[in-house]
């Protein structure tokens, strides 16, 4: 229409016949923009707008989607789905042709990243691997020696955004996305996930490039799930975080994608690319002492929880003792394995983080936050346990309910160990000082009412899609309510919250309690505490 309007206002007309000839094509023009379907215009704009053309235009398949699903969940009350129609879409690309590239800035990406980092005693790719998680640095370091495919983005032309985070805009909503996941998805579709945030209160479904190898072009899937992952309702006037999931088609359903790239038409060059993090098949953490077995389907006879946290951001703040403590707390409870993100830390506790990360007890994964601040969803490599616990930085119990029926997860209570109530018992009071949940064994007597944010949950991750802090957030099957999981009563197992003061109302008679159950876990705690604050000269 742009064009048309342009030749109308050319000054050099020379007679009635060119300017008949242009009223012709402003009619032409016209009828184009009103008569030609949404998605012959959809493929004629990817094809003009990008360096490569479609090899394939086929017919959608029955086993294809024909709806894109936005879930919306509030937590504790459910929005109502909204579905976007792809019937009247009668023609989706299959594959996309690319030409094969080499970039003159190849040759020293690869010198970059063989680079030796003698302070770190690695190298930048080694580097690159262990500090930015989402960046697929093995597969660009192929493309780079070998060239790649023209709609594949280098490690230059990549949108970054605050370090961890990649651009991406689609119609006229800006996404960040901040990492993909691999979702086997048992008796369902395998498909990826996509983690992002947008402003945009209904994003909408772009197309996925799910890449396989660095020489070949992409396989084009459309988004076919866009699920809001908040308990709070929606705003533009804030990042909110959104699930974009990308089925994997059948000739590639038994196949795990290296990485993927989100874009707005179907064979337009990315400028996002995430590695594609998860596997089919559970990590062995998942499993009673770490062993596997022959057939895990029949012949598993528990599973082993994994504790996941918020994202450490406490620069100034040195808590490292009290990290190494609960990490072995944990340890001793039968925790399979602790997964935290981090920002920026203090050097102990940065320390402390490394030596554990070593050991393999934890899984770090570096993270900031995208402009302005937001809560990220603690989702990644969830699906790699059976269990998952999200928690503060806090003790727990290692006393698990056992399954009745099949709740989406299992609600513990909080117990609140006041900071200013020390253990008067003996065998507490004998302990290091550097042993805080150990001594501080003393609580308010009150019974603390039922209270939303005074809980933490342990949940199921066959069931459970999405989560934050205290409840789920999406199942597998949609949307999640509270009510769906089992409250499991204080006397069964429960969760300690070791901060606050109790103050001048503790003084009373009879106004406190002491619960020595951690006291039963004191000889390897301290044994492994003392070692670990020896080693790292941090006592």
Known sequence: MNFCLKMIFLKNIRSQLVVL???????????????????????????SDSHSHFSNILPSSPEEPSSV???GSTGFAAEEAETIDLTKMTQLPQKCDCKMKMRRSHSHTVQQLDLALPLFNLSTKEYLI????NLPVDFLHKVNKEGSC????????IQWVNIHWQEVRVNTSTMLLYSAFYDPNPGGKPCVRLLGVTRSTKPPAGWCHLWFNTQQPPVVTRITNT???????RNSDRQMPFLFTCPLPPKVAHLQPAAVSLVHQPCQPATTLLQVVG???????????????FDPVRAVKGWVPAVCGPALYYYHEDFSKRMVEWLEILRAEGIGKVFLYVTDVHPNLEKVLKYYEDDGFLHLTGY???PPYINEPSLRRLKNNSSVVVTEVSPCTSRTPKKKGKPIGYRLKWKFFSNDLVSKAEEAQKLPGYLWALRHTILSADTLRDFPGRFKSLYDMDTVRGVFSHSAILCTTGKCSLQETHKVSPTVAYLGHFSGTCGHKCDLVNSTKEELFLLKYKTPVTKAVTNVLTKLKLI
């Open 21 to 47: 000839i242009i009223i012709a094509i402003f009619i032409w023009c016209y009828k184009f923009d009103n008569i030609v379907p949404l998605a012959t215009k959809q493929v004629w704009l990817a094809y």
């Open 69 to 71: 699903t936005m879930n």
């Open 130 to 133: 262990k500090r930015h998680p």
């Open 150 to 157: 023209s709609l594949l983005p280098s490690l230059f032309s």
């Open 227 to 233: 699920d809001y992952l908040d308990y709070q309702t």
């Open 279 to 293: 596997a089919k098949e559970r990590e062995t953490s998942a499993f009673l002492n770490g062993q596997k077995p």
């Open 368 to 370: 900031s936050y995208p």
